[in-house]
């Protein structure tokens, strides 16, 4: 059993920076990769960045390299989203989300659990 819940989202203006974290209670994480996808109004779920537990390794879509940083806390049992240099089409819904395995790729497809969501805003 793998539970998801994520916290921090907002409102900001562009430029600013914002946390996301999902707190994340699974028997097993050193087997799992976690990641967040968000979903804009009207758009598809899209994936936004993953990180494997067991050596942190990542991955990020091309739309938010060098602007947002996906990280993990051990200690906390907890993944965040870091992000900064914020832009009005980054509003969406944010969700964290976990699959089995160690293999890097994440899509919706693969995505095994999902947290409930939390609203980014970004006005410009």
């Known amino acids: 059993q793998v539970q998801l819940g994520e916290s921090g989202g907002g409102l900001v203006q562009a430029g600013a920076s914002l946390r996301l974290t999902c707190t994340v209670s699974?028997?097993?994480?050193?087997?799992?990769?976690f990641g967040w996808f968000r979903q804009a109004p009207g758009k598809e779920r899209e994936f936004v960045a993953a990180i494997r537990w067991r050596d942190g390794g990542t991955d990020y879509a091309d739309s938010v390299k060098g602007r947002f940083t996906i990280s993990r806390d051990y200690a906390k049992d907890t993944m965040s989203l870091h992000l900064s240099s914020l832009k009005p089409e980054d509003t969406a819904v944010y969700y964290c989300a976990a699959k089995d395995g160690r293999m890097m790729t994440m899509s919706q497809g693969t995505v095994g659990y999902w947290g409930q969501g939390t609203q980014v805003t970004v006005s410009p």
């Open positions: 699974a028997r097993a994480p050193s087997t799992m990769v």
